[in-house]
């Protein structure tokens, strides 16, 4: 019997028991899952940091702890964390992560706002761009940042790829680097930000990247709201060197009311709902990594600590 405690959020349990116990039977492992396993019993651990597991000091026997999460910052730099950790990269939360990023790259593009949102009888006939002469820059070529590259890439758009290692992406031009940084900002029209939080992505969008771009170019940040220099944004939108920014997560969350990124016309706010794990096609993750524990293989998904993601 493999013991697998759930130390997530209460309001998970119900979505996740079901298509894990589901995925366990799949993959022929034979688990208890409990929210109750004592330390000293736990073979792994799924995780998010919502759950009641703070200290891992206790969790001798276990053998990894399998986050829910793609990102991993509050988590990573926890020094009783000494097993192996696993983050989540499941095709779900992948496939919701591209249909954000396209639909509201679309809606730049071809400027639907300007329609949608028309209430005078203005017949304006004017014609909107294809996406082979507008330039999008992805920053972070990961899991999500390469699977929405290409989506955009097979509607037409030259897209750019930044990341720290180099890398290949079929359809995409591939930058890393600080030089590769450079390069993957001139000219570009839509910047998504798909970047871990780490101490060196932290403010990577501030004054100086910022005014490397086009005037009037768009922001689209999925990653993490501390990318983002809120006070350089902020200025580079009033000053129009920025057109919009369509901001899903934030340096604090819930935004606070107060916050002028609500009342800012040049900014769209959607409330951390750009993509989530899914819970049928993550069980399947966290079962594959138990299996592969269970057999002595390598896990999928490891953060490297020293990296931060
Ligand atoms: P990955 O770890 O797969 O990819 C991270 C990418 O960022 C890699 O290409 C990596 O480079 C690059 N990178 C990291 N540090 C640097 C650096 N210093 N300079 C340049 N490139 C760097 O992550 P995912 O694609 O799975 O997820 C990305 C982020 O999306 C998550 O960390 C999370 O914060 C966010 N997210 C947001 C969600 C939402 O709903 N808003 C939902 C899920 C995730 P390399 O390839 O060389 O390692």
């Keep these: 019997m493999i013991n697998v405690l759930f130390s997530t959020a209460d309001s998970d349990w119900g979505d996740y028991h079901d298509p894990l116990i589901a995925a366990f039977d799949k993959a022929g492992l034979d688990v208890a899952l409990s929210r109750d396993h004592t330390p000293e019993e736990t073979d792994y651990i799924v995780f998010t940091p919502k759950g009641p597991v703070e200290d891992f000091t206790l969790y001798t026997r276990c053998k990894a702890v399998l986050g829910l999460w793609a990102g991993v910052e509050t988590i990573v730099t926890n020094e009783t964390l000494t097993q192996p950790l696993a983050r989540m990269v499941d095709d779900g939360l992948t496939r919701g992560m591209v249909e954000w990023v396209v639909g509201h790259t679309m809606r730049h593009h071809l400027n639907l706002d300007s329609h949608v949102l028309a209430t005078d009888p203005e017949w ?21 940042g390469a699977a929405c590259g290409q989506a955009l890439a097979r509607l037409g758009f030259p897209v750019t790829g930044w990341s720290r290692n180099a890398k290949e992406v079929a359809g995409l031009t591939c ?7 450079l390069a993957a900002l001139a000219g570009a029209q839509i910047v998504v930000l ?42 580079a939108l009033d000053s129009g060197q920025i057109g919009h920014a369509t901001l899903d997560v934030f340096r604090e ?37 138990i299996r592969r524990g269970e057999a002595g293989e390598r896990f999928l998904h490891l953060v490297d600590r020293s990296a931060g993601y």
């Design 194 to 235: 798909l970047l871990p939080l780490t101490p060196q992505t932290e403010d990577i969008i501030n004054a100086r990247t910022l005014a490397l771009l086009p005037e009037g170019a768009v922001i689209l940040n999925p990653g993490r709201g501390a990318l983002i220099d809120d006070e350089a944004l902020l200025e």
């Design 253 to 289: 969350e819930p935004l606070p009311a107060d916050n002028p990124y609500w009342h800012d016309p040049k900014v769209t706010v959607t409330p951390h709902i750009a993509s989530t794990t899914r819970p049928e096609t993550a069980a399947e993750v966290i079962a594959e990594n």
């Design 124 to 144: 304006d006939p004017v014609k909107p761009p294809l996406a082979k002469d507008r330039t999008v820059t992805i920053l972070g070529l990961g899991a999500l």
């Design 175 to 181: 930058r890393h680097g600080e030089d590769g940084l």
